[in-house]
């Protein structure tokens, strides 16, 4: 028997209750979120249940919102992969800012270096992890690159002018 999503729904639902919500297929991955506070637990549901089988963790990602209100600020979504019936699952959870949420390097050792990297460009704290600096960027950053905490341009540049590029208000 294939695994199903509204199998999955429902035994999150068993086990989190209101935790875990928003239960939706996008763009062929069934899609959820978590709480911050069960996200650990949640992963390790899926890892270990034996008949979910999600025993890869293919990716993990941090996202920044700054139009959102101020608990939604951030999300970690993580991309989860069982090999046995070839199905994907992706998680999120949101955060405010500071950003916060329980390591799963416990769970999967792969997930070292991709919090590490979610740390380094959004400033997300993976508590509980083994080594957390940053992996790509110089350690004397004060900043995380990836917010969007600043303006995309600078109003001062000039070579970005319109004029030089033939664009005006009436054909844009």
């Not at 506070?37 to 890869?56: A, G, Y």
Request: glycine letters at 4%; one cysteine or more; hydrophobic letters at 40%.
């Amino acid at each position: 028997m294939a695994l199903e999503t509204a199998y999955i729904q429902d035994k999150l639902a068993q086990a989190f209750g209101n935790n875990v919500l928003n239960f939706e297929m996008k763009r062929d991955i069934f899609t959820f979120e978590a709480t911050p506070n069960t996200i650990h637990e949640v992963i390790r549901f899926l890892k270990e249940q034996e008949d979910l089988n999600f025993h890869f963790l293919t990716d993990l990602t941090g996202i920044h919102f700054p139009d959102n209100d101020a608990e939604h600020q951030f999300a970690v979504v993580y991309q989860m992969h069982n090999w046995i019936e070839n199905v994907r699952i992706r998680v999120k959870t949101f955060l405010p800012d500071p950003a916060e949420v329980a390591t799963v390097t416990d769970l999967f050792l792969c997930a070292n270096w991709m919090e590490r990297e979610a740390w380094d460009f959004f400033g997300i704290n993976f508590k509980g992890h083994p080594q957390l600096k940053r992996i790509l960027n110089m350690e004397e950053m004060v900043s995380h690159p990836m917010r969007k905490e600043f303006p995309m341009e600078d109003s001062g540049r000039t070579d970005k002018d319109d004029r030089f590029f033939g664009r005006t208000p009436a054909n844009c």
